[in-house]
C-alpha cells in the first residue's frame, strides 16, 4: 500500500548473512543498530551545543558501523564534564574551556551500561556558550578510542539476542495476537542479521505476522466501504457515497485475502458511476493501476511498516541516570 511505502533509511539489516553466530568478525558488527539519544535535562551544556553533541554521537556510530534508529533498547549517549575554563589575556579577552566528553553504550530499557569512552577537548570563544561549541566541534569521530568504545558495546548488544531471542519472538507473537502488528514486525526485523539463529527465526514469522496485519485492515476497509456505499438517491448523492466508499477501498493492499472482493465492489460502483456521468469511472482505473504497481514492487513493506512504527512513537525516556 502507498501509504505503507514510506522510505525510511534507518535499517541497516540488508546484506546476506554468511557469517555463522559468533562474536568473531568485526564486519558481522555492522549490522546492529541503536539510538543517539541525549539527556538535555541531565547534560549540562548550552542550548546551542546539544545538536553538536547530537551530531557527532551519530557520525561515530555511522563511521563504526552502527544504524541509527529511533526508540531502540540500545543507546548511544554522552555526557559532558568542564575541566577547566580560563580567560585569555588577548584583545579581546577570550574564553578558554577544557571538556571532557565522556560517550557510553547500554540497554536504555533496563538501565544496563554496556561499554564507555572518554576524550579531552579544548574550544576558545568569545563567550563561554562559543568556547563550549569549539570544544565540541574539536571531538574527533575518527579517534581510534571509538573503534574500541563501539565493538565492546555491539558485543553486549548481541550476546542480548542470542541469550533473549525466544523471548523476543515469543513477545513478537503477543504483539499479533492482540492486533499490534506493527509492533510485532518492528520487534522481528530489529534483530541484528549477524544473530544469524535468531535472525533467521525472526524472519520466518515476518511474512505471516504482515499478511494477518493486511488481511484485518482489509476486512475493515471493506466493511466501511460497503456501509458508505449506495446508488440511491440524486446523482450528487450517489457521486458522494461512490468517492466515499472508494477512498477506504484505495486503501486495500492488492496482496490482501480480500482484495477480490473490494475490487468486485469498486466495479460496481464504477458501473454505476458510468451511467451516471457517461465516462469510465477514474478511481477504478487507478485501483487497478495500483495493484499492478504493488504486484511488481520490490520494495519490503514490512520494513517500511515497521520503521514507520518506530518514529511515530512517543520519544523513548531512558533509564540511564546511573551511568554518571
Given amino acids: 500500500m502507498k501509504n505503507f511505502l514510506i522510505i525510511l533509511a534507518v535499517v541497516a539489516f540488508i546484506a546476506p548473512a554468511t557469517a555463522q553466530n559468533n562474536l568473531g568478525k568485526t564486519d558481522d558488527f555492522g549490522r546492529v543498530a541503536l539510538s543517539v539519544y541525549l539527556d538535555r535535562d541531565r547534560t549540562q551544556l548550552p542550548p546551542s551545543a546539544y545538536n553538536i553533541l547530537e551530531n557527532k554521537m551519530n557520525t561515530i556510530a555511522t563511521k563504526n558501523g552502527l544504524g541509527a534508529v529511533a526508540n531502540q533498547r540500545f543507546v548511544l549517549t554522552a555526557n559532558c564534564n568542564l575541566l577547566t575554563k580560563d580567560i585569555t589575556s588577548t584583545a579581546p579577552p577570550m574564553h578558554a574551556y577544557t571538556v571532557e566528553v565522556t560517550f557510553y553504550i547500554g540497554d536504555g530499557f533496563e538501565g544496563t551500561l554496556f561499554a564507555t569512552t572518554s576524550v579531552t577537548a579544548k574550544g576558545v570563544g568569545e563567550t563561554p556558550d562559543k568556547a563550549y561549541i569549539a570544544a565540541l566541534k574539536a571531538v574527533k569521530p575518527a579517534d581510534p578510542s571509538f573503534k574500541a568504545f563501539i565493538e565492546n558495546g555491539k558485543k553486549k548488544i548481541i550476546e542480548y539476542y542470542n541469550s533473549k531471542c525466544d523471548f523476543l519472538l515469543a513477545n513478537a507473537e503477543s504483539m499479533a495476537k492482540i492486533q499490534n502488528y506493527d509492533e510485532a514486525l518492528y520487534q522481528l526485523l530489529t534483530i541484528p542479521e549477524v544473530c544469524k539463529d535468531c535472525y533467521m527465526k525472526a524472519q520466518g514469522k515476518v511474512d505471516g505476522i504482515y499478511q494477518e496485519k493486511i488481511d484485518a485492515e482489509c476486512a475493515q476497509l471493506l466493511t466501511e466501504a460497503r456501509s458508505s456505499w449506495t446508488s440511491r438517491g440524486s446523482a450528487d ?88
Fill in 237 to 324: 448523492e450517489t457521486r458522494a457515497s461512490a468517492m466515499r466508499a472508494s477512498d477506504a477501498l484505495a486503501m486495500i493492499n492488492p496482496k490482501a485475502s480480500c482484495y477480490k472482493e473490494a475490487l468486485s465492489l469498486m466495479k460496481e460502483i464504477g458501473k454505476k458511476m458510468e451511467e451516471i456521468d457517461n465516462r469510465e469511472w477514474k478511481m477504478l482505473v487507478t485501483m487497478e493501476q495500483h495493484a499492478h504497481e504493488e504486484q511488481m514492487s520490490s520494495i519490503k513493506a514490512e520494513r517500511d511498516v515497521a520503521m514507520a512504527w518506530a518514529q511515530n512513537q512517543p520519544k523513548t525516556v531512558y533509564k540511564i541516570y546511573s551511568w554518571w
